[in-house]
Nanobody, 122 residues
Framework: QVQLVESGGGLVQAGGSLRLSCAASGRTFTTYTMAWFRQAPGKEREFVTAISWSGSNTWYADSVKGRVTISRDNLKNTMYLQMNSLRPEDTALYYC???????????????WGQGTQVTVSS
């Protein structure tokens, strides 16, 4: 059992930056693929970015590529999402997720956090 808790969300103006954190407790997630998804009201949950267990491989959705950086610290059991040049369309509830197998882009992650709200004003 792995429990994930996101933090770091908030209100930021367009062009600003924000860093989200996802802290894991329980079983270590050292060998887990980790990802960030987001969901705006009335919209489908969408893939944002993912990182392999070693941190050597990362993947980004086209909508955020070049503006965000995903990273992880396995010793701290924490994953991060550094977001820069934020846009109003980035406004959403951001979820961290983890799984031990399966495609990184697939939403069938086994563990999910409760979400942290990111609001970008224009």
């Amino acid at each position: 059992q792995v429990q994930l808790v996101e933090s770091g969300g908030g209100l930021v103006q367009a062009g600003g930056s924000l860093r989200l954190s996802c802290a894991a407790s329980g079983r270590t997630f050292t060998t887990y693929t980790m990802a960030w998804f987001r969901q705006a009201p009335g919209k489908e949950r969408e893939f944002v970015t993912a990182i392999s267990w070693s941190g050597s491989n990362t993947w980004y959705a086209d909508s955020v590529k070049g503006r965000v950086t995903i990273s992880r610290d396995n010793l701290k059991n924490t994953m991060y999402l550094q977001m820069n040049s934020l846009r109003p369309e980035d406004t959403a509830l951001y979820y961290c997720a983890a799984k031990s197998e399966g495609a990184y882009y697939s939403p069938d992650y086994r563990y999910w956090g409760q979400g942290t709200q990111v609001t970008v004003s224009s």
